[in-house]
């Protein structure tokens, strides 16, 4: 039985987000940028712990290579987000990687509004990290697009329900159970 710590990406509601009565079938169906997604790592079993990685962006952040005031913001947790809608799993880190690499990885992408940076928005960001992550094996080998599509669905249902108690969790993973 494998240990190893848990990849999820995850869907947070936005801080601007209005509840989810705005949400009907009279209403278009929202896109990926209705949220805030973000990478989430947590060992086996977990009862809320974990570290958050996602993408900032305030003036207060800015500077001559990000005028934007894009950054990666990372934070360990001793309970999930309250903003948390759900999370996803796409894979398992590598033996021997550790969140610090991970880090590292992410520091690497493209972030959006850098000089020359084809990464638009911050849904555009997600999709090249899970790209990244596919590529050093924490990840599965799947379609981004078909995933984020998904992944959309999903954050859809999960911002709909009204009173849920805890974050949901899903598997995107080959197993697609949990144990």
């Given at each position: 039985?494998?240990?190893?710590?848990?990849?999820?990406?995850?869907?947070?509601?936005?801080?601007?987000?209005?509840?989810?009565?705005?949400?009907?079938a009279?209403?278009?169906?929202?896109?990926?940028?209705?949220?805030?997604?973000?990478?989430?790592?947590?060992?086996?079993?977990?009862?809320?712990?974990?570290?958050?990685?996602?993408?900032?962006?305030a003036?207060?952040?800015?500077?001559?290579?990000?005028?934007?005031?894009?950054?990666?913001?990372?934070?360990?947790?001793?309970?999930?987000?309250?903003?948390?809608?759900?999370?996803i799993?796409?894979?398992?880190?590598?033996?021997?990687?550790?969140?610090?690499?991970?880090?590292?990885?992410?520091?690497?992408?493209?972030?959006?509004?850098?000089?020359?940076?084809?990464?638009?928005d911050?849904?555009?960001?997600?999709?090249?990290?899970?790209?990244?992550?596919?590529?050093?094996?924490?990840?599965?080998?799947?379609?981004?697009?078909?995933?984020?599509?998904?992944?959309?669905?999903?954050?859809?249902?999960?911002?709909?329900?009204?009173?849920?108690?805890?974050?949901?969790?899903?598997?995107?993973?080959?197993?697609?159970?949990?144990?």
């Amino acid at each position: 039985m494998s240990n190893k710590i848990r990849v999820f990406v995850a869907a947070y509601t936005r801080p601007t987000a209005s509840d989810s009565s705005t949400i009907s079938a009279s209403k278009p169906r929202p896109t990926a940028q209705k949220y805030h997604w973000g990478l989430w790592l947590e060992p086996k079993g977990s009862n809320g712990n974990g570290t958050s990685f996602d993408l900032e962006d305030a003036v207060a952040y800015s500077s001559i290579s990000s005028p934007f005031g894009w950054r990666l913001h990372i934070d360990e947790h001793k309970s999930l987000p309250s903003h948390m809608l759900g999370r996803i799993m796409i894979g398992k880190m590598v033996e021997g990687t550790t969140e610090a690499d991970v880090a590292k990885i992410l520091t690497q992408v493209q972030m959006p509004c850098e000089a020359g940076s084809p990464v638009g928005d911050a849904v555009e960001w997600i999709k090249r990290v899970i790209y990244e992550l596919q590529e050093v094996g924490c990840a599965e080998t799947f379609s981004i697009d078909a995933f984020m599509e998904e992944a959309l669905s999903h954050a859809v249902t999960w911002h709909s329900k009204k009173g849920r108690t805890e974050p949901e969790k899903v598997n995107f993973t080959w197993s697609r159970t949990f144990p």
